[in-house]
């Protein structure tokens, strides 16, 4: 609790944006000083960590190899297998794909996906291969947590890509609303739920939203936006699940 009241304070009180040479750039406010260098590098590193592609990996290794129940009588063997299925599915795949369309100049530009425009096959092309990840893990009998969070990442890149329509939405809050979400319902339905993955749940949401804002172009309302959309498409998987 103490993290989120820290994250609002911390927010600026004004923004705006200006168009440049190099699109969307972000313009400060009499009140608000401009991010040191050092802020910006951690604002980027925390952004790299933890990228929208990595996240599904890091909450799968968690079920797969950290929690005690989740996954217990599997072999080590079928939980490397199925940790690889997701790291394919989930951010391999996209990531090549990306790289593809923008190494052949195929509508992307930039690798970071800069515009609407250029996240909208990206957006398709992921949420085609997240569906295809729980329908697979759906249907080889895997534990129900492991089928509640892909499916609540599968609603997650569905939800960033219709509000993709109005707004530009932050895809890493979208994914850190998600987990976080994922980690508050894991504690209401587990008896045996240890707080660590939660609290680190709430630490990386702070940081990846108060690093979108430090060094990204979207406004606040893309970033709470992106952020609470995560959260309720992690939410509405439990009607499934």
Same mark, same amino acid.
């Given at each position: 609790?103490?993290?989120?009241? *820290? @994250?609002?304070?911390?927010?600026?009180?004004? #923004?705006?944006?200006?168009?440049?040479?190099?699109?969307?750039?972000?313009?400060?406010?009499? =009140?608000?000083? #401009?991010?040191?260098?050092?802020?910006?590098?951690?604002? $980027?590193?925390?952004?790299?960590?933890? $990228?929208?592609?990595?996240?599904?990996? !890091?909450?799968?290794?968690?079920?797969?190899?950290? $929690?005690?129940?989740?996954?217990?009588?599997?072999?080590?063997?079928? +939980?490397?297998?199925?940790?690889? &299925?997701? %790291?394919?599915?989930?951010?391999?795949?996209?990531?090549?794909?990306?790289?593809?369309? *923008?190494?052949?100049?195929?509508?992307?530009?930039?690798?970071?996906?800069?515009?609407?425009? #250029?996240?909208?096959?990206?957006?398709?092309?992921?949420?085609?291969? !997240?569906? *295809?990840? /729980?329908?697979?893990?759906? &249907?080889?009998?895997?534990?129900?947590?492991?089928?509640?969070?892909?499916?609540?990442?599968?609603?997650?890149?569905?939800?960033?890509?219709?509000? =993709? %329509?109005?707004? +530009?939405?932050?895809? $890493?809050?979208?994914?850190?609303?998600?987990?976080?979400?994922?980690?508050? %319902?894991?504690? @209401? +339905?587990?008896?045996?739920?240890?707080?660590?993955?939660?609290?680190?749940?709430?630490?990386?949401?702070?940081?990846?939203?108060?690093? +979108?804002?430090?060094?990204?172009?979207?406004?606040?309302? #893309? %970033? !709470?936006?992106?952020?609470?959309?995560?959260?309720?498409?992690?939410?509405?998987?439990? /009607?499934?699940?």
């Amino acid at each position: 609790m103490d993290l989120v009241i *820290w @994250f609002l304070v911390f927010l600026p009180r004004m #923004e705006h944006f200006s168009v440049g040479p190099q699109g969307l750039q972000r313009l400060t406010s009499r =009140n608000e000083p #401009e991010p040191s260098r050092f802020a910006k590098a951690i604002g $980027h590193f925390v952004s790299y960590i933890f $990228h929208p592609l990595f996240i599904p990996a !890091y909450v799968s290794y968690y079920l797969l190899f950290m $929690h005690p129940f989740v996954f217990a009588g599997y072999s080590e063997k079928m +939980r490397v297998f199925r940790l690889a &299925n997701v %790291i394919l599915c989930t951010a391999f795949l996209p990531a090549l794909s990306i790289f593809i369309m *923008w190494r052949l100049k195929l509508v992307i530009s930039s690798i970071q996906l800069k515009t609407q425009r #250029e996240r909208i096959i990206p957006y398709v092309i992921a949420l085609t291969l !997240y569906f *295809w990840c /729980w329908y697979v893990f759906k &249907n080889v009998d895997s534990p129900p947590e492991m089928q509640l969070f892909l499916l609540g990442a599968f609603l997650s890149v569905c939800a960033a890509w219709m509000l =993709n %329509i109005p707004m +530009r939405v932050s895809m $890493h809050t979208t994914a850190a609303g998600a987990v976080l979400a994922f980690f508050l %319902i894991l504690a @209401f +339905r587990d008896a045996t739920f240890d707080a660590l993955p939660l609290s680190i749940a709430i630490l990386v949401a702070g940081l990846v939203c108060t690093a +979108r804002l430090l060094v990204s172009t979207h406004t606040y309302k #893309e %970033i !709470y936006v992106g952020f609470f959309a995560g959260v309720l498409a992690q939410w509405v998987a439990t /009607w499934f699940v």
